[in-house]
């Protein structure tokens, strides 16, 4: 089984739906990312979090909310989906016990917003 | 504000041809600095550099970190088909407790028989 699963892997939904992306892992790490990538752009965190209890904004969360609902599930919602947030969405863990901080990645989920 | 640049952008090349990418980094404090390889699903690791480990090296892929210029080179040697993929650089800054790794916009990279 992967250490960090992303439901849903595609989803297709209109401007203005609210939509949920999750993110689960298993390897019992204390930290979770969201990021979206898109061609050209690397790259780009919206969300992370360090604990349970600690939620942070990253360097595009306009548009986005986050949810810690456990150490192990972190939740990327779209209030509203507007179309240029069409892109590929990345989950990932790390630990703050490895040196370096290693992240390791979810399979993404790729969003298209009509 | 912290900064990773990569380069080039894209690179083509034959199969057997060596390649070098560069990163180069701008933070606040230094903690390590990561290499990705990512290919059509999410980045895997590669490599990691700190200052107590500067070189890595695993089969035909080697890094060097370079703290005196801010920068890393990662090499592939005798490329083959399978080493098409984007590069993704990152840097893990000392923060004052937390701060998520700064990523560069990666080298797309095509091996081509």
């Known amino acids: 089984d992967a250490d960090v699963t992303q439901t849903p892997r595609n989803r297709i939904t209109k401007t203005g739906k609210r939509i949920m992306l999750e993110c689960s892992q298993t390897?019992?790490?204390?930290?979770m990312y969201w990021y979206r990538q898109d061609p050209g752009l690397g790259l780009r965190l919206i969300y992370y979090?360090?604990?349970?209890?600690?939620?942070n904004k990253g360097e595009i969360s306009d548009g986005y909310s986050v949810s810690r609902q456990a150490q192990a599930k972190f939740s990327l919602s779209l209030e509203s989906a507007i179309p240029n947030q069409t892109a590929l969405y990345f989950c990932?863990?790390?630990?703050?016990?490895?040196?370096?901080?290693?992240?390791?990645f979810g399979p993404g989920t790729r969003l298209l917003v009509l | 504000e912290d900064k990773v640049v990569q380069s080039p952008l894209s690179l083509v090349v034959h199969e057997g041809d060596t390649v070098t990418l560069n990163c180069s980094y701008e933070?606040?404090?230094?903690?390590?600095l990561l290499w990705y390889k990512q290919e059509k699903k999410a980045p895997t690791f590669l490599f990691m550099l700190?200052?107590?480990?500067i070189e890595k090296k695993s089969g035909r892929l080697s890094s060097i970190l370079d703290k005196k210029e801010l920068s890393s080179i990662l090499n592939i040697t005798a490329t083959q088909t399978g080493d098409s993929a984007i590069y993704l650089c990152?840097?893990?800054?000392?923060?004052?407790?937390?701060?998520?790794?700064?990523f560069g916009k990666g080298t797309r990279l095509s091996v081509i028989a």
């Open positions: 990152a840097v893990a800054p000392r923060g004052s407790g937390n701060t998520p790794l700064v």
């Open positions: 990932a863990t790390s630990d703050r016990d490895q040196p370096g901080e290693t992240q390791y």
């Open positions: 390897k019992g790490h204390d930290r």
């Open positions: 933070v606040t404090n230094f903690r390590s």
């Open positions: 979090s360090f604990d349970v209890k600690d939620i």
């Open positions: 700190t200052s107590s480990g």
